[in-house]
C-alpha cells in the first residue's frame, strides 16, 4: 500500500498462507498464517511487508453494525481504542476458512446476507469468549484520550445518526468550532459531516430493508430521516 488507508468499518483479515505486517500510527503488527484479525479501519492502517503472495481474505463491518450487535463492552472497548485482536489458533483456522469462503460465495450471488451476518457475530462472540479484560498495566495501540479529533467524531456519528443531530452538537460534544470540525473531516473523508450523517442513515436503511419486513416509511424514521421525500432524496442519490 502506497499510504495509509481509513474507513469507518471493523475490518476482519484472514491470511491462508504467509504473514502481513502493518503499520498503525508508527507501530507495527505482524499478523501470522492462519490467523484471524480484526481492528477499527478508521485507525490509518498500511500494509508495509508480506512473505508470501498467496490471497487472503478480507472483510469490512460498518460501525454501526458492529456496534448494534451489542458484543461484551470489554471487547467493544480494546477495537475501538485501537487494539488490533489477532486470534492465532490452528484449532479454528479450517473452520475461518469455511467460513470465509461462504461468505464470498452467498455476497457474489446476492444470497439474503441474513445468515451471513448472524454467522459473523457468533464468530465474534466465540472470539471474545476466549478474550479477558484488559488489565491495567496493559497498553493499548492507542489512548481514549489521544484519539484524534476525526475518530471521535465519526464515533459519535455511529452512534447518535438516528436522533436528529447537528454539526454544532457534534462541535460542542468534541470540543471543536463547527466549521473546523467539518474542515477536518472533509479532508479525512472528503466529504462533508451532514453527507456523511446522511450516508450513514442510508446505509442503515438498506441493512434494514433487506433483513426486515417493516413499512418503508417506518424504516426511514427509525433510521433518522424526518419525511419520507428526503428519504427517496437521499436513497436515490446514494444508490442510482
Not at 484479525?37 to 492502517?45: E, I, K, N, T
Not at 464468530?123 to 493499548?140: A, C, F
Not at 463547527?178 to 474542515?183: L, Q, R, T
Amino acid at each position: 500500500m502506497k499510504k495509509p488507508d481509513r474507513h469507518n468499518e471493523i475490518e476482519i483479515n484472514y491470511f491462508t498462507s504467509g504473514s502481513i505486517t502493518y503499520l498503525f500510527q508508527g507501530s507495527k503488527v505482524i499478523i501470522p498464517e492462519n490467523s484471524f484479525s480484526l481492528f477499527w479501519g478508521l485507525v490509518p492502517h498500511q500494509i508495509v511487508h508480506f512473505t508470501k503472495s498467496a490471497p487472503y481474505y478480507v472483510c469490512t463491518i460498518p460501525l454501526t453494525q458492529f456496534l448494534e450487535w451489542k458484543l461484551p463492552s470489554f471487547f467493544v472497548d480494546r477495537i475501538l481504542k485501537g487494539q488490533v485482536v489477532i486470534e492465532d489458533s490452528e484449532e479454528h483456522s479450517t473452520y475461518d476458512k469455511f467460513l470465509f469462503e461462504n461468505w464470498v460465495k452467498d455476497l457474489a450471488e446476492d444470497y439474503p446476507t441474513e445468515a451471513t451476518l448472524y454467522e459473523m457475530r457468533a464468530r465474534l462472540l466465540r472470539l471474545t469468549s476466549r478474550l479477558s479484560p484488559l488489565k491495567k498495566d496493559e497498553r493499548l495501540q492507542i489512548k481514549i484520550d489521544e484519539i484524534s479529533k476525526v475518530e471521535q467524531i465519526a464515533l459519535y456519528i455511529a452512534q447518535n445518526f438516528m436522533k436528529p443531530i447537528k454539526i454544532t452538537d457534534i462541535g460542542r460534544e468534541i470540543g471543536l468550532h463547527p466549521d473546523y470540525a467539518n474542515v477536518i473531516f472533509k479532508k479525512a473523508f472528503d466529504t462533508t459531516i451532514n453527507d456523511y450523517i446522511i450516508q450513514e442513515r442510508i446505509m442503515h436503511s438498506q441493512r434494514k430493508l433487506i433483513t426486515i419486513n417493516d413499512k418503508i416509511a417506518d424504516i426511514a424514521f427509525d433510521c433518522g430521516f424526518h419525511s419520507i421525500n428526503r428519504f427517496n432524496a437521499a436513497f436515490r442519490k446514494l444508490n442510482n
